[in-house]
């Protein structure tokens, strides 16, 4: 009796680089897919709000993850961008009457072409410094947004209506939830290939050692202004989503602790890996409704922080669960999830 090969074995590079590459993955990934078809028919309407705009998040921390994670350029104005993408889009579809498709690519390029100013700078300075010089830039772009009447109506915002695909409407949440889910899952796979190019080896190498990286002939410059282009664009697009899912671009709903929140997202999720920035903003979504949940409860059982316990909540949690994974946990969830798999794979004989 032949005896067949244990294990996985792969005969091309193709085959080795490859992102599904077995028939179970194949198999979990068409079950997942049929999930994902037959979710909002599941749900509440509650819930499907969550998920789109945990599809909207997926794709705005996919461009931090790319720069943060995977370049090592740390970024607190990630929300500021998604603001940019969102009035880009006010301004196009309402003072200029295009078409919601025409300021999809225009969002993410304005974006990343605003992105490059501030991404100049990190060539000089890094760490603790290039994440202040990114927080002003989230107060810079913020004010002027603000600011700008003529353009971008100030305090009162734009009014953006659902884009629509000759007779279909995506003006519902279920409508809408299949839009955000399309344009999650063209992030994900845009952010998976590009880690795999000469792109993505010389962002690692930037963040790994960009001293050695320049040594070895890797344009620093280039790259790093490359990475916040790339991670600006993603915002961009996200805001062009989340402008249309709530029907308004304004300043209220991109302020630090967006940006605040999108980093936890990644830090939590693991720095560096596309199922991590997944993982970690469904994480962070379920804490923000677990807190707003047990607002109500706290402030029962402490009626002098009753008042502001529902804004302080989510920010004291956030601010400790970060503590502890950057202790306990500091490659992040999707760490855990490899060492779950690699266990159940060699069960029994883990040991």
Known sequence: ????????????????????R????????????IFLGV????????????AVSICIYVVAAMGLNLLTGYCGQISMAHSAFMAIGAFTTGILTVKLGLSHWVALPCSGIVAGLIGIIFGVPSVKVKGL??????????????????HWNSLTEGVTGMAIEPPQIGPLSF?????????????????????????????????????????????????????????????????????WLWGMYIGVASVDHYNLWESVWFLAMVVIGGMGSTLGVILGVIFVEALKEITVLLGPIVGDAFPSVRSSV?????????????????IYEPRGLAHRWEIIKRAYRLWPYSR
């Open 1 to 20: 009796m032949a005896l067949k090969p244990c294990g996985v074995f792969n005969y091309r590079y193709s085959q080795d680089m490859a992102v599904i």
């Open 22 to 33: 077995t028939r179970p993955q194949w198999i979990t990934f068409v079950l997942f897919l």
């Open 39 to 50: 979710f909002p028919f599941l749900v509440s309407g509650y819930l499907l709000g969550i």
């Open 129 to 146: 410094y290039l994440a202040l010089v990114t927080i002003g830039a989230q107060f810079l772009i913020m004010y002027t947004i603000l």
């Open 171 to 239: 003006a519902g949440t279920t409508s809408f939830y299949y839009l955000a889910v399309g344009v999650a899952a063209i992030a994900t796979y845009l952010t998976r290939n590009i880690i795999r190019t000469k792109v993505g080896r010389a962002f690692i190498a930037i963040r790994d050692n960009d001293v050695a990286a320049e040594v070895m002939g890797v344009n620093i410059f280039g790259y790093k202004v490359l990475a916040f282009f790339i991670g600006c664009f993603f915002a961009g697009v996200a805001g």
């Open 310 to 326: 529902g804004t302080a909540l989510p920010l004291l949690v956030l601010g400790f669960v970060v503590m502890i994974f950057l």
